[in-house]
């Protein structure tokens, strides 16, 4: 497929504002920072509770006197600023990719983000880009995590954490993609993402 046919340049005539989210707003900001505290929260429990599952786990022993405890904070902290920038660097070559556009990158109070302001792209190329890092950081911690399961216990529950902080930090990007598949079901839907803000545009009837 051309990437002409990913985008439009304007709003074609017919089509009408459906929907507006701005995550720099400060009750939406709030609201998937909190939601994306609680997936950690969650995730670092069911973390937990696999490592208790497995019998024989101490968070003094396993964790905090392990001779690389300071090794993985330190190896956890350089991950997480990588995968800030590696999660929207993911949604730019998705874009890119499909339609050759100048991207917008930057970061709020609120979230980074990366957008590509100047066109409207159709509702295949916005579902795929916006779920392009959940899908391809899920994919990646996955195998990672159940290696760690069965060989470190530190390391696992480091793991898990960046995977806790990687799913809460995609909740804005599975609410965009929730909307696709509940409500915005028209293929002809049109998205302009400007970053933080997404417009959602429909044909009137
Ligand atoms: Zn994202």
Same mark, same amino acid.
Request: glycine share 8%; aromatic share 18%; proline share 3%.
């Given at each position: &497929?051309?990437? *002409?046919?990913?985008? *439009?340049?304007?709003l074609? !005539?017919g089509?009408r504002? +459906?929907k507006?989210?701005?995550?720099k707003?400060?009750?939406?900001g709030?609201l998937f920072?909190l939601? +994306?505290l609680?997936? =950690?929260a969650?995730?670092?429990?069911?973390?937990v509770?696999?490592l208790?599952?497995? @019998?024989d786990f !101490?968070?003094?022993e $396993?964790?905090?006197?392990?001779?690389?405890?300071? /090794?993985a904070?330190?190896v956890?902290c350089i991950? &997480?600023v990588?995968?800030v %920038?590696?999660?929207?660097l993911?949604?730019?070559? +998705?874009?890119?990719a /499909?339609? @050759?556009e100048k991207?917008t =990158? @930057?970061?709020s109070w609120s979230c980074?983000?990366?957008?590509?302001p100047?066109?409207y792209?159709?509702?295949?190329?916005? &579902?795929?880009s916006? %779920?392009?890092?959940?899908?391809?950081?899920? /994919?990646?911690?996955?195998p990672?995590?159940i290696?760690?399961?069965f060989?470190?216990?530190?390391c696992?529950?480091f793991?898990?954490?960046?995977?806790?902080?990687? %799913?809460?930090?995609?909740s @804005?990007?599975l609410?965009?993609?929730?909307?696709? /598949?509940?409500?915005?079901r $028209?293929?002809r839907?049109? &998205?302009?993402d400007?970053?933080?803000?997404q417009?959602?545009c429909?044909p009137?009837e």
């Open positions: &497929m051309k990437q *002409e046919q990913n985008f *439009e340049r304007e074609p !005539s089509y504002q +459906a507006y989210i701005n995550a707003n400060a009750k939406f709030l920072n939601i +994306a609680l997936v =950690f969650l995730v670092m429990v069911v973390a509770l696999l208790r599952g497995k @019998g !101490s968070f003094a $396993d964790v905090f006197m392990n001779d690389y405890y300071f /090794l904070l330190l956890f991950v &997480m990588g995968y %920038v590696l999660h929207e993911v949604h730019g070559i +998705a874009y890119k /499909l339609t @050759g991207l =990158f @930057g970061i980074a983000f990366c957008g590509v100047h066109i792209t159709y509702r295949r190329t916005a &579902m795929i916006v %779920v392009a890092p959940f899908a391809v950081f899920t /994919l990646l911690f996955l990672l995590l290696l760690f399961y060989i470190s216990p530190m696992f529950l793991c898990a954490a960046i995977f806790g902080l990687h %799913v809460g930090g995609c @804005g990007d609410y965009v993609l929730a909307l696709f /598949l509940f409500r915005f $028209d293929k839907t049109l &998205m302009r400007t970053g933080p803000e417009y959602f429909v009137q």
